[in-house]
């Protein structure tokens, strides 16, 4: 299965962008400001494990390359 890592990124950073905006202009009191924070955490956590995900796939299709051309 292909993972198309920049797709989900942009799809992320576009929301947590409209949830930071909800939070500036629109937030009254602290109950609110705790439900959007918790989805923004949410979301830039996963930011961070896709882009640990894709930095460990690049690695694993370098030694894999490293391995065939080795092996020829």
């Known amino acids: ?3 198309d890592y920049p ?3 942009r799809v992320a ?3 947590i962008e409209s949830l ?3 939070l500036v ?3 009254d009191n602290l109950e609110q400001l705790h439900y959007i924070s918790g ?3 949410g979301l830039e956590s996963l930011l961070q494990d896709l882009k640990d995900l894709q ?3 690049e690695l ?3 030694k894999e390359l490293r391995d065939f051309e080795g092996s020829t």
Do not use: H
Request: hydrophobic share 35%; no cysteine.
């Open 60 to 62: 694993l299709n370098d």
């Open 39 to 41: 989805p923004i955490k």
């Open 7 to 9: 797709l989900i990124r």
């Open 55 to 57: 930095e460990k796939q």
């Open 20 to 22: 930071k905006d909800t």
């Open 13 to 15: 950073e576009k929301r």
């Open 25 to 27: 202009y629109s937030v």
């Open 1 to 3: 299965m292909i993972i």
